[in-house]
């Protein structure tokens, strides 16, 4: 006869079952919907009870690559996913895309040149693998010499919490307008 302990487990075990059946369906919607923010909060949650999940790697580091947080934190998820016994074929090139915004140029040229040697004819054009190889190159010599440049805070009411793309001064300097 079971014991109130082992029917507790036992109802324990298949709410949380229910649970992340639940959760995983609704990282899903969010993914397929384009939400990459809400999804990711769901994906670490369920990354944290299963670290060794490549395929929740792999989604956290396109999620990352796809939001407005550093681009760069996709790096050790997409290491793993990339070098699963089973990747999904964009995950190499989608390394490189993050070690390209961690600043990782060579590694991210090697990530992109394997793609390249393993891509299908079907898979990603492979003129855009060529031309951010090209970025990459560029971007080394770029570093080689960096420009003396210096940026200011401008106080709370013209930076906002997000970060502040394209600025544009024109040549009066009279006004800044900026996209976020």
Known sequence: MFN????????????????????????????????????LEELL???????DNDEYAYLIGV????????????????????????????????????????YRFDDAIKSYQKFKETAKSTNLNLITVDKQIEYCENAKEF????????????????NSAYPDYYPFIPSNESYLIFNS
């Open 4 to 39: 109130m302990k082992q029917v507790f487990i036992a109802v324990v075990m298949c709410f949380a079952l229910s649970t992340i059946a639940q959760t995983k369906k609704e990282v899903y919607n969010l993914f397929s919907e384009g939400n990459y923010e809400g999804a």
């Open 45 to 51: 949650e369920l990354y944290e009870l299963e670290q």
């Open 63 to 102: 999620c990352y690559l796809n939001t407005n947080i550093d681009k760069s934190m996709a790096v050790n998820y997409l290491e793993q996913a990339a070098s699963s016994s089973k990747p999904n074929e964009n995950a190499v090139y989608l390394l490189g895309r993050a070690y390209h915004f961690a």
């Open 143 to 158: 570093f080689k010499f960096p420009a003396n440049v210096s940026f200011e805070n401008l106080g709370k009411n013209v």
